[in-house]
């Protein structure tokens, strides 16, 4: 039954995705956070339909320990789920994401136009002097920063080395790291298949300040409080 509804579900992504990369190429002309609300809304369609078709629901908490203004949100990255869901809690985010993405037909060409932090990993160090940059020109439009500091989804229960960009970014901006766990890998594994029907759990913390810290202790900081939570939660109901 779950593989009938992880398959029902990826037509109905099929059906919906090329509209809403129409729309935008379309509305290209459209300034970043109108764009940027369009790309939201397919977001929040696949959540829907994600409910709808897959039994997928989720809770919040923390939600009173987001900010009213732009930070840096560094999450764990276990599901596709997250990437969709934390278009629910802030009004614009700006994702750091591979330059590679952009080319993926429909998504990439839809991508491209909601304002991501693009890099190009074989830049080596230039690599950072790209995100600080696009950086403080998101953060000037009034976008936060989306970071994934594992770098890549990692199945749920198990944990990667953090990566040091998110923290350097953070001390590099001056700006508050926001953590963010949640169980959705559970539920919402890496694949086309999988899918079950559950409530995912997703928590955020308090800011973390940058300011007097090195990169390693900023780092070490927003890890613990990440996996710590993420065995927390442990698998959703």
Not at 25 to 40: C, E, G, K
Not at 122 to 143: I, L
Request: aromatic letters at 12%.
């Amino acid at each position: 039954m779950s593989a009938l509804r992880a398959l029902l579900f990826l037509l109905f992504q099929t059906l919906v995705t090329p509209f809403y990369a129409a729309v935008m190429l379309l509305l290209f002309w459209l300034p970043r956070i109108p764009m940027y609300r369009i790309a939201a809304s397919w977001c929040r369609t696949n959540l829907w339909g994600a409910r709808w078709i897959c039994g997928i629901r989720h809770r919040a908490l923390g939600a009173e320990n987001i900010p009213p203004t732009p930070h840096i949100v560094m999450s764990k990255h276990s599901s596709t789920w997250e990437t969709l869901a934390l278009t629910l809690f802030f009004p614009a985010l700006a994702y750091v994401a591979k330059k590679e993405l952009l080319s993926i037909p429909f998504f990439g060409w839809g991508f491209a136009l909601a304002s991501p932090i693009t890099i190009d990993r074989k830049a080596g160090t230039d690599s950072m002097q790209q995100m600080a940059a696009q950086g403080r020109e998101r953060f000037r439009q009034g976008f936060w920063i989306v970071v994934y500091p594992e770098g890549t989804r990692i199945p749920a229960g198990t944990r990667a080395k953090y990566k040091t960009g998110g923290a350097r970014l953070a001390i590099e901006l001056a700006t508050p790291i926001l953590p963010v766990a949640h169980n959705a890998g559970y539920i919402w594994p890496k694949g086309l298949f999988g899918k079950r029907p559950g409530t995912v759990t997703i928590s955020f913390g308090k800011p973390i300040s940058p300011l007097g810290k090195d990169v390693p202790t900023l780092m070490r900081e927003v890890e613990t409080w990440i996996e710590n939570e993420v065995a927390r939660l442990g698998m959703p109901s």
